[in-house]
């Protein structure tokens, strides 16, 4: 039987009569998705655009004019709706992957940035620039430590100089600037438009309020401090006391300071006040009261902390007010410190209103170009002049001189000396000064006068180090300095008595004129690096750094040490500087551990 046939099988979709598309749904299609002819024209157009900002498309006038032509024939409704859908712009470059407000695209970037094609930043320029950096590309995608520093998701491929920027620019978000640097770049800008000679004409500038601190004026002070008066004689009398040769009665008192940041350089008692001056390289002065007595022994008066300024000279400065006499001289007394570290300028610090002034204009010309730093000065006794030790010069140095109190120039005295200036030391009366040079040649300049004086030769002098003068008002000795101490390198310091040698003693005399030492001492075994008289002339401090416990007492004017201090156990430790006070009841020893000891010196 035949096998039945399968019907037909019946159409699921027949098809339909399409009705043709009119003129306008052809406009509106090609509108809204373009043909090709529209498209491979768009690509030839743009080809060389390889990222376009949301801007409006800069195309020629005929080209706008036949676009407006276009659209105008469908009715205002369609244009208004689809003339912002203009080629070049497509779908895909009107979206992007939003990752930050930080990272957006590069042609939105460029779109946001100013017109200004100047550069903003505030970075300085760079001198140099590394010829291999042009040549390094760096993957940032590839890179899981390196994704962060894209701009957007599809950066790949930096160069040398890019990658370097945004390592810098990543840094600094993650790290700050410190405080430290700002304030080093400040300090910075500070110095170099000090040395600019152009930069002020006034003698005396004020740095800005957080450079320079004020300190409490000195008569708050005293109104906590307790009882501040002018010291006495142990005996209670105001007589000049004696004290005994050979032997010395001497006692411990409570440390001033216990230990410091830095080393004791600066050590100095206030000519009236029981106050103690101390300072060093941690750009710290402190004043202490001294008063060892219990409950709290010598307590921190004040302190002053002048940052970038490592001290390395500091001294009281007492002058008198005008039309002031003998009975009302200690009410009438200014009293000032001066601080001075290794650079150009010095610092002066009223007590009395706690103002702290920078001293930059001092010196002017060939006094000023000698003046390389003003680290090493003395001030007269008067506290009229200020002496500084100018720059060393092969063949000889100089001092300039210094008015305190109107801070100008005043003369210069020309050392003629092989190797320098190594130190001087001011007379009595404070009307000249004793400069040595470092080959034992000492000059006696006459300030009123402006001329050398005296000269002399330190007998056996090897490396001269130092030099220190001792008032007596009662023998009549040039300035009213009896006593002169000179140091060496080896160790030696030579006493002279000035009576006698001194008055017949002149620069029109023979070249050759040296005179005998009284007393020379030999104890010491290193450089002498401080040399101290008592106020009234009966002690001699003799000390070097440079060894430990290296420390001598002599007594004039006998000219013998003290064989019972100092001992093999007393704790003196590395000595960088000593002061006695006005009235030789105290001797301060300070040392490289920052620590200040104080003796009481008895009759």
Same mark, same amino acid.
Request: hydrophobic content about 30%.
């Given at each position: 039987m035949p096998a039945p046939t399968r019907p037909a099988a019946r159409e699921k979709n027949p098809p339909t009569d399409a009705l043709p598309k009119d003129d306008i749904e052809l406009r509106l299609e090609k509108a809204l998705f373009g043909d090709d002819a529209g498209f491979l024209a768009s690509l030839k157009r743009n080809q060389a655009e390889e990222d376009l900002s949301l801007t409006r498309h800069a195309g020629g006038d005929e080209e706008s004019a036949a676009e407006d032509t276009q659209y105008d024939d469908l009715g205002e409704d369609v244009s208004a709706h689809f003339k912002l859908w203009l080629p070049p712009l497509t779908l895909f470059q009107l979206f992007f992957l939003d990752t930050g407000a930080d990272q957006l695209p590069a042609s939105v970037t460029r779109a946001l940035e100013p017109t200004n094609p100047t550069n903003s930043s505030s970075r300085p320029k760079a001198v140099w620039y590394d010829s291999d950096d042009?040549?390094?590309?760096?993957?940032?995608?590839?890179?899981?430590?390196?994704r962060k520093l894209r701009d957007t998701e599809d950066d790949d491929v930096v160069g040398g100089r890019e990658y370097i920027q945004r390592l810098r620019r990543q840094y600094e978000r993650l790290h700050p600037t410190p405080e430290w640097v700002k304030y080093v770049?400040?300090?910075?800008?500070?110095?170099?438009?000090?040395?600019?000679?152009?930069?002020?004409?006034?003698?005396?500038?004020?740095?800005?309020?957080?450079?320079?601190?004020?300190?409490?004026?000195?008569?708050?002070?005293?109104?906590?401090?307790?009882?501040l008066t002018r010291t006495t004689s142990k005996s209670g009398t105001t007589g000049l006391r004696k004290l005994r040769p050979e032997v010395v009665d001497i006692q411990r008192c409570k440390d001033v300071a216990g230990s410091g940041p830095s080393s004791i350089d600066t050590l100095q008692f206030h000519p009236y006040y029981p106050l103690l001056l101390a300072a060093g390289p941690?750009?710290?002065?402190?004043?202490?009261?001294?008063?060892?007595?219990?409950?709290?022994?010598?307590?921190?008066?004040?302190?002053?902390?002048?940052?970038?300024?490592?001290?390395?000279?500091?001294?009281?400065?007492?002058?008198?007010?005008?039309?002031?006499?003998?009975?009302?001289?200690?009410?009438?007394?200014?009293?000032?410190?001066?601080?001075?570290?290794?650079?150009?300028y010095f610092h002066s610090w009223s007590l009395a209103t706690g103002v702290v002034t920078k001293v930059t204009r001092a010196l002017y010309g060939q006094a000023r170009k000698e003046q390389r730093t003003m680290e090493a000065f003395r001030l007269s006794p008067c506290g009229r002049y200020m002496g500084l030790v100018g720059s060393s010069r092969k063949g000889g140095g100089c001092i300039n001189i210094l008015s305190t109190e109107s801070m100008q120039w005043?003369?210069?005295?020309?050392?003629?000396?092989?190797?320098?200036?190594?130190?001087?030391?001011?007379?009595k009366?404070?009307?000249?000064?004793?400069?040595?040079?470092?080959?034992?040649?000492? *000059?006696?300049?006459?300030?009123?006068?402006? &001329?050398?004086?005296? +000269? #002399?030769?330190?007998? @056996?002098?090897?490396?001269?180090? %130092?030099?220190?003068? *001792?008032?007596?008002?009662?023998?009549?000795? &040039?300035?009213?300095? +009896? #006593?002169?101490?000179? @140091?060496?390198?080896?160790?030696? %310091?030579?006493?002279?008595?000035?009576?006698?040698w001194t008055n017949t003693a002149s620069v029109d005399s023979t070249q050759d004129e040296r005179p005998k030492p009284v007393r020379m001492f030999d104890q010491l075994t290193t450089p002498v690096s401080q040399l101290e008289f008592s106020e009234d002339g009966q002690m001699l401090v003799m000390s070097s750094r440079w060894k430990k416990n290296a420390l001598r007492l002599?007594?004039?004017?006998?000219?013998?040490?003290?064989?019972?201090?100092?001992?093999?156990?007393?704790?003196?430790?590395?000595?960088?500087?000593?002061?006695?006070?006005?009235?030789?009841?105290?001797?301060?020893?300070?040392?490289?551990?920052?620590?200040?000891?104080l003796w009481e010196v008895r009759e």
């Open positions: 042009d040549r390094i590309t760096v993957s940032l995608a590839s890179n899981t430590r390196l770049r400040k300090r910075r800008k500070v110095s170099e438009a000090d040395d600019e000679d152009v930069a002020s004409d006034s003698d005396v500038s004020m740095d800005d309020e957080d450079s320079l601190p004020s300190a409490q004026p000195l008569a708050d002070l005293l109104r906590t401090a307790g009882s941690s750009s710290t002065i402190t004043i202490y009261h001294v008063s060892p007595q219990p409950p709290n022994p010598n307590p921190i008066l004040t302190s002053l902390h002048v940052k970038g300024t490592p001290i390395h000279t500091v001294a009281f400065c007492r002058t008198l007010e005008a039309n002031s006499t003998k009975t009302d001289e200690e009410s009438n007394a200014q009293t000032r410190i001066f601080l001075s570290s290794r650079r150009r005043i003369c210069s005295c020309r050392v003629d000396s092989r190797g320098g200036v190594a130190d001087f030391a001011w007379w009366d404070g009307n000249g000064f004793a400069a040595v040079g470092k080959n034992g040649e000492v *000059s006696e300049y006459d300030i009123e006068s402006r &001329r050398v004086v005296v +000269r #002399w030769m330190d007998e @056996g002098a090897v490396g001269t180090t %130092v030099i220190a003068l *001792s008032g007596d008002t009662s023998q009549q000795c &040039r300035g009213g300095s +009896r #006593w002169v101490a000179i @140091g060496s390198s080896s160790g030696v %310091v030579n006493l002279y008595d000035r009576r006698g002599a007594h004039l004017p006998s000219c013998t040490l003290y064989r019972n201090w100092p001992t093999d156990k007393t704790p003196l430790g590395r000595i960088s500087s000593v002061a006695l006070s006005t009235d030789g009841g105290y001797l301060a020893v300070g040392n490289e551990q920052g620590k200040i000891r």
